[in-house]
């Protein structure tokens, strides 16, 4: 199993930049796909970001393409997403994924084990 714990959300203006981290426990952080999800309030919880084990691998959605970046560093257990040119829609809680069957990469489908998430909140 691992545990995922989320941080680096807050109050952004429009077209300001935020950077999620995501702390895994656990020694076999290496052997997940990572992603992030989001949930603005009333609405589905939808899907973000992906990567690899290596971080050679990556998987956006199109609404977050060319402004967020994943990425990951496995000496620390920690997955990123950096958020740059942020707009009003992409308000939300945050959550970090991590998938040991690489479901996220292929289908966008999450793996079993979520953060509790962070909030997000950009302001017009």
């Known amino acids: 199993q691992v545990q995922l714990v989320e941080s680096g959300g807050g109050l952004v203006q429009a077209g300001g930049s935020l950077r999620l981290s995501c702390a895994a426990s656990?020694?076999?952080?290496?052997?997940?796909?990572m992603g992030w999800f989001r949930q603005a309030q009333g609405k589905e919880r939808e899907f973000v970001a992906a990567?690899?084990?290596?971080?050679?691998?990556?998987l956006y959605a199109d609404s977050v393409k060319g402004r967020f970046t994943i990425s990951r560093n496995n000496a620390a257990n920690t997955v990123y997403l950096q958020m740059n040119s942020l707009k009003p829609e992409d308000t939300a809680v945050y959550y970090c994924?991590?998938?040991?069957?690489?479901?996220?990469?292929?289908?966008?489908?999450?793996?079993?084990?979520w953060g509790q998430g962070t909030q997000v909140t950009v302001s017009s």
């Open positions: 994924n991590a998938d040991p069957l690489y479901r996220i990469l292929k289908t966008t489908m999450p793996g079993d084990y």
């Open positions: 990567i690899n084990w290596s971080g050679g691998t990556t």
């Open positions: 656990g020694r076999t952080f290496r052997n997940y796909a």
